[in-house]
Nanobody, 126 residues
Framework: QVQLVESGGGLVQAGGSLRLSCAAS????????MGWFRQAPGKEREFVVA????????NYADSVKGRFTVSRDNAKNTVYLQMNSLKPEDTAVYYC???????????????????WGQGTQVTVSS
């Protein structure tokens, strides 16, 4: 059983930056591909980015390409999401998730993930 805890959310002005972290425990972190999803009020959960278990492959949603960067530190059991040039439409609760898919897999659908964090709120003001 893997436990995931996100941190780093907050309130930022448009054009600003935030760095989210997701700390994992209770499992072998390097065995999991990791993803970030977000959910705005009244909307479905949306894929943001995924990174393979080794960190060698990434998969970004078009809406965040060039602005967000995912990375992972397997020694620290942590995945990061650096968010730059934030826009009001980025406002959402951000969730990290762990998928048991190995290799270069970077799944972009929630049903490929077995474990989820509790989420962290990101609010971007205009």
């Amino acid at each position: 059983q893997v436990q995931l805890v996100e941190s780093g959310g907050g309130l930022v002005q448009a054009g600003g930056s935030l760095r989210l972290s997701c700390a994992a425990s209770g499992g072998t972190f390097r065995n999991y591909a990791m993803g970030w999803f977000r959910q705005a009020p009244g909307k479905e959960r949306e894929f943001v980015v995924a990174i393979s278990w080794s960190g060698g492959s990434t998969n970004y949603a078009d809406s965040v390409k060039g602005r967000f960067t995912v990375s992972r530190d397997n020694a620290k059991n942590t995945v990061y999401l650096q968010m730059n040039s934030l826009k009001p439409e980025d406002t959402a609760v951000y969730y990290c998730a762990a998928s048991p898919l190995r290799g270069a897999a970077t799944p972009n659908t929630p049903n490929r993930y077995d474990y989820w964090g509790q989420g962290t709120q990101v609010t971007v003001s205009s």
